[in-house]
């Protein structure tokens, strides 16, 4: 059974850090494209930032410069720092998995194939 699970998340104070962190188990992920989403209530997930199985990362403008991806391809195939956060950076934050021809489509939460349970991620101001 293929799972994918977040942790890292949790409360943090505006201009504070967080580090999330994906395992994987089941399947060997190390020629995946990997993502970060997120989800605000009342709202559409949304893309974060992707790391693709040739190396390659993509942020949202929202996040750019304050939130690194990072992969090993091992047990934990993808993490996300997040420094300077924001109020508006609370969310459900999810990590998901596509198979690597998808990677046209990296930044579509809809082209992803598996997704963790998500983590849930408080900036308070």
């Known amino acids: 059974q293929v799972q994918l699970v977040e942790s890292g998340g949790g409360l943090a104070q505006a201009g504070g850090s967080l580090r999330l962190s994906c395992a994987a188990s089941?399947?060997?992920?190390?020629?995946?494209?990997m993502g970060w989403f997120r989800q605000a209530p009342g709202k559409e997930r949304e893309f974060v930032a992707t790391?693709?199985?040739?190396?390659?990362?993509n942020y949202a403008d929202s996040v750019k410069g304050r939130f690194t991806i990072s992969r090993d391809n091992a047990k934990n195939p993808v993490f996300l720092q997040m420094d300077s956060l924001k109020p508006e950076d609370t969310a459900v934050y999810y990590c998901?998995?596509?198979?690597?021809?998808?990677?046209?489509?990296?930044?579509?939460?809809?082209?992803?194939?598996?997704w963790g349970q998500g983590t849930q991620v408080t900036v308070s101001s």
């Open positions: 998901a998995a596509q198979p690597s021809y998808k990677v046209l489509l990296i930044t579509r939460h809809g082209a992803y194939n598996f």
């Open positions: 790391f693709s199985s040739g190396g390659s990362t």
């Open positions: 089941g399947r060997t992920f190390s020629t995946y494209n």
